[in-house]
């Protein structure tokens, strides 16, 4: 089955600063790549997603990057603010599949 | 209504109690789950639903019983839990509009066993 590796497992950041968490996955048959921000006492909040034809998708402040030859993808926070502070976990699945696959998960802190 | 929702908020029960956790969406979602998560622990699959059938069970024990008894309701039945079982519950729904696992998750219900 699809595997996914999250890095780094804890990242603290100065408010203002930009983030980035790195996913790879091991199943090339995997298209869409979703990133769920979960605060703490909160419901995993999907924030952003990219699907295998796109390249890059941008949001406000957060952006994704995919690059499927090297299977891996990345999400992007600039101008961090104290809000964002939560963990955040990327996911793969393949098309057609009821399954997500998520990674460990990322613990960001923007210190104020 | 864009949103899973999940009754209750909290629930503690002992070891011989029988307690339902209840989910609900009107988004028109074909597909359903049910997610065991740990403090800081990704979501772990228990149970999927499509079209109101059983279509994923993740070895999950049998003291919990899931059931869907609509297309808008999925129900998790808990019987005889251990401490252990203690966790998150959380429900999701996905339309998988064009084949993409686009899931939405509910608040959960946070479950003490004692």
């Known amino acids: 089955g699809e595997n996914v590796e999250q890095h780094p497992s804890t990242l603290s950041v100065q408010e203002g600063d930009s983030a980035v968490i790195k996913c790879t996955y091991s199943d090339s048959a995997s298209n869409y790549f979703p990133w769920y921000k979960q605060e703490l006492g909160k419901r995993p909040q999907l924030i952003i997603d990219i699907r295998s034809n796109v390249g890059e998708k941008k949001d406000q402040r957060i952006a994704v990057t995919l690059n499927k030859t090297a299977k891996h993808f990345s999400l992007h926070i600039t101008e961090t603010q104290p809000e964002d502070s939560a963990v955040y976990f990327c996911a793969a699945s393949i098309r057609g599949d009821y399954k997500l696959s998520f990674g460990a998960g990322t613990t960001v802190t923007v210190r104020a | 209504d864009t949103e899973v929702t999940q009754t209750p908020k909290h629930l503690v029960m002992g070891m011989t109690n029988k307690k339902s956790l209840k989910c609900e969406q009107h988004?028109?979602?074909?597909?359903m789950y049910w997610y065991k998560q740990k403090a800081k622990k990704p979501p772990e699959l228990m149970f999927v639903?499509?079209?109101?059938?059983?279509?994923i069970n993740e070895s999950v024990p049998s003291r919990f019983s899931p059931e869907c008894p609509n297309s808008s309701l999925l129900n998790l039945h808990l019987h005889a839990l251990q401490p252990e079982d203690s966790a998150l519950y959380l429900c999701a729904s996905a339309g998988q509009l064009a084949g993409y696992n686009e899931q939405f998750f509910g608040p959960g219900t946070r479950l003490t066993v004692l």
């Open positions: 988004m028109g979602h074909r597909a």
């Open positions: 639903y499509s079209y109101e059938k059983l279509s």
